[in-house]
């Protein structure tokens, strides 16, 4: 069992940054992909990046490619996710997941955290 918890989410203006973290505990997590999926109200959730066990492989969603980027500290078992030049359009409850296939569907992650609130607004 992986229990994982988000935080570092919060109220930026538009161009700001933020800095999601996701700890893990119970287990570590080398032997999974971590994924970073948002919610919208109303709106299914919604991939934004993810990155393999070891970290070598990363994939972002065109929304954010560029802004957004992933990276984890397995010694720490600790996945972040680092936010830049925010848009009103990103704000969002953030997810981190955890699964064991590179995929950007969030029906095939197995563990989830509670998720961490970003808003972006003028």
């Known amino acids: 069992q992986v229990q994982l918890v988000e935080s570092g989410g919060g109220y930026v203006q538009p161009g700001g940054s933020l800095r999601l973290s996701c700890a893990a505990s119970?287990?570590?997590?080398?032997?999974?992909?971590m994924g970073w999926f948002r919610q919208a109200p109303g709106k299914e959730r919604e991939f934004v990046a993810l990155i393999g066990g070891s970290g070598g492989f990363t994939d972002y969603s065109d929304s954010v490619k560029g802004r957004f980027t992933i990276s984890r500290d397995n010694a720490k078992t600790t996945v972040y996710l680092q936010m830049n030049s925010l848009k009103p359009e990103d704000t969002a409850v953030y997810y981190c997941g955890a699964g064991q296939i590179r995929t950007t569907s969030y029906r095939t992650y197995f563990y989830w955290g509670q998720g961490t609130q970003v808003t972006v607004s003028s």
């Open positions: 119970g287990r570590s997590l080398t032997n999974y992909v």
